[in-house]
T-cell receptor
Framework: GAGVSQSPSNKVTEKGKDVELRCDPISGHTALYWYRQSLGQGLEFLIYFQGNSAPDKSGLPSDRFSAERTGGSVSTLTIQRTQQEDSAVYLC????????????FGSGTRLTVV | TQLLEQSPQFLSIQEGENLTVYCNSSSVFSSLQWYRQEPGEGPVLLVTVVTGGEVKKLKRLTFQFGDARKDSSLHITAAQPGDTGLYLCAGPGGATNKLIFGTGTLLAIQP
């Protein structure tokens, strides 16, 4: 597609439920990133996928968070047993893996845990 | 740990005024990027600076990379309401060169 697509755009869930957030990156972009942004704040790195390499999971805040990227394209971020502190905007970005090109971000999924 | 501190955190000025936003670190970065984010959207890349001392201009926006590549600034001349948004600096860091983002500067331009 022309841009990075994320779904759903908004998600309200009850505490303790599991949620899945989807990211469809730009075709041909080999690198895919997930970030989390709390209200009006900077971006917190979560996880990075690059081609067939093992993902960089160093930013995942707990073992309730996991992500996968199927076929080098679509990625799903899963949060199990959601907590209120998980409420944030989850942003996905993709990038070509060469040069100084910046990230292209999706519009994010606003997650609210009630 | 590489950190990027931005100042000010929040700035509200009148249309037509000039302003400068700063991005500072104690670490050296191979390059720095600036993004602008509007409500409900993801950040959008404005510029990448890669050489110490480099200055890049984008219409009324002037970006500078410090000589030691530890800091950067964004200067806006004659601010317009359309400049309103969250400005983020970012640089590659860590073993996988993922982008580390600054703390952000929320800019509001009053008409």
């Amino acid at each position: 597609g022309a841009g990075v697509s994320q779904s759903p755009s908004n998600k309200v869930t009850e505490k303790g439920k599991d949620v899945e957030l989807r990211c469809d990156p730009i075709s041909g972009h080999t690198a895919l990133y997930w970030y989390r942004q709390s209200l009006g704040q900077g971006l917190e790195f979560l996880i990075y996928f690059q081609g067939n390499s093992a993902p960089d999971k160093s930013g995942l805040p707990s073992d309730r968070f996991s992500a996968e990227r199927t076929g080098g394209s679509v990625s799903t971020l899963t949060i199990q047993r959601t907590q209120q502190e998980d409420s944030a905007v989850y942003l996905c970005a993709s990038r070509v893996n060469w040069g100084d090109y910046g990230y292209t971000f999706g519009s994010g999924t606003r997650l609210t845990v009630v | 740990t590489q950190l990027l501190e931005q100042s000010p955190q929040f700035l509200s000025i009148q249309e037509g005024e000039n302003l400068t936003v700063y991005c500072n670190s104690s670490s050296v970065f191979s390059s720095l990027q600036w993004y602008r984010q509007e409500p409900g959207e993801g950040p959008v890349l404005l510029v990448t600076v890669v050489t110490g001392g480099e200055v890049k201009k984008l219409k009324r926006l002037t970006f500078q990379f410090g000589d030691a590549r530890k800091d950067s600034s964004l200067h806006i001349t004659a601010a317009q309401p359309g400049d309103t948004g969250l400005y983020l600096c970012a640089g590659p860091g860590g073993a996988t060169n993922k982008l580390i983002f600054g703390t952000g500067t929320l800019l509001a331009i009053q008409p």
